[in-house]
């Protein structure tokens, strides 16, 4: 029982950090509870050694991105119908215009930057975490990094208007 203790613990923990980061990197939040559960439940399938490595945080945040990446791949038309199916979905109450605005320009940069920015900014690793995590060089996240920020620059401070990912515009 100390291991599921030990496991309870740690997804009460981090579970919720997980899902957001993913959430901001994917654009979509049923994906994103998808394999995020599934990275969990491997973890827990292997928890005797992931609780041994550096960051069983970074483990299960790693599977669950690649598990995303796998179902886009098995997925295309189904992604692309469910993105045309969301396009005019209305926001949550509670949530600002700047959050709004916010996901809306990390949809319009790569998923590669997207996923460096969010990794360093928003879960606030550092760029050699983020390089070991990604599996990349430092080199490239840096790179990455820059490029993501140039862009999102552009479309958060783009006249006074900015649009959504469905093409609404709202004022500044």
Same mark, same amino acid.
């Given at each position: 029982m100390r291991d599921a203790d030990e496991f309870d613990a740690f997804y009460a923990a981090s579970s919720k950090r997980v899902l957001g980061h993913?959430?901001?990197?994917?654009?979509?939040?049923?994906d994103a509870e998808d394999a995020v559960a599934e990275a969990?439940?491997? +973890? $827990?399938? /292997?928890?005797?050694?992931? =609780?041994?490595?550096? !960051?069983?945080? +970074? $483990?299960? /945040?790693?599977?669950?991105? =690649?598990?995303?990446? !796998?179902?886009?791949r098995k997925a295309v038309n189904r992604w692309k119908a469910h993105r045309r199916d969301t396009a005019g979905a209305q926001s949550v109450d509670g949530v600002s215009?700047?959050?709004?605005?916010?996901v809306a320009a990390l949809r319009q940069i790569t998923v590669d930057q997207r996923r460096v920015v969010v990794l360093h900014y928003l879960a606030g690793l550092s760029v050699a975490e983020v390089a070991a995590e990604t599996g990349t060089n430092v080199n490239t996240v840096k790179t990455w990094l820059?490029?993501?920020?140039?862009?999102?620059?552009?479309?958060l401070?783009?006249?006074?208007?900015?649009?959504?990912?469905?093409?609404r515009s709202y004022a500044v």
């Open positions: 993913l959430y901001v990197v994917l654009g979509n939040r049923s969990y439940a491997r +973890a $827990w399938d /292997r928890w005797a050694s992931v =609780r041994d490595c550096d !960051s069983p945080e +970074a $483990w299960v /945040r790693t599977v669950a991105y =690649r598990i995303a990446v !796998s179902s886009w215009v700047d959050h709004v605005a916010l820059a490029r993501g920020r140039k862009a999102l620059a552009a479309q401070t783009d006249g006074d208007q900015q649009t959504t990912g469905d093409g």
